[in-house]
Nanobody
Framework: VQLQASGGGLVQAGGSLRLSCAASGGTFSTYAMGWFRQAPGKEREFVAA????????YYSDSVKGRFSISRDNARNTVSLQMNILNSEDTAVYYC???????????????????WGQGTEVTVSS
């Protein structure tokens, strides 16, 4: 499975960005999908995840109410709509696919089997 993340860029605080992740080479609809991020000098952290099928979602406390994850199984894509961005959201964002436990929503990075290359988000204050 190959994952290609896109949509990152430079945005002012309070603004919005929409990240996308395109999957190929696998059965996308059967995977749970997640977004993680890694800020400079920090460890990778969970952002949001969505289960397979109808797509139950789960968010970290730091983004709940501001970010929204969605999936389009017909297009093999998962998106992350990010609103009311602040400087603490500055990071490289990675999408990931969970093939082994798709019905669950995990925030543990080791539960994910495939990773994209990351897309950089910079929020200026």
């Amino acid at each position: 499975v190959q994952l290609q993340a896109s949509g990152g860029g430079l945005v002012q605080a309070g603004g919005s960005l929409r990240l996308s992740c395109a999957a190929s080479g696998g059965t996308f609809s059967t995977y749970a999908m997640g977004w993680f991020r890694q800020a400079p000098g920090k460890e990778r952290e969970f952002v949001a995840a969505i289960s397979w099928g109808v797509g139950r979602s789960y968010y970290s406390d730091s983004v709940k109410g501001r970010f929204s994850i969605s999936r389009d199984n017909a297009r093999n894509t998962v998106s992350l709509q990010m609103n009311i961005l602040n400087s603490e959201d500055t990071a490289v964002y990675y999408c990931a696919a969970d093939k082994r436990t798709p019905a669950s929503i995990s925030k543990a990075s080791d539960e994910y089997d495939f990773w994209g290359q990351g897309t950089e988000v910079t929020v200026s204050s």
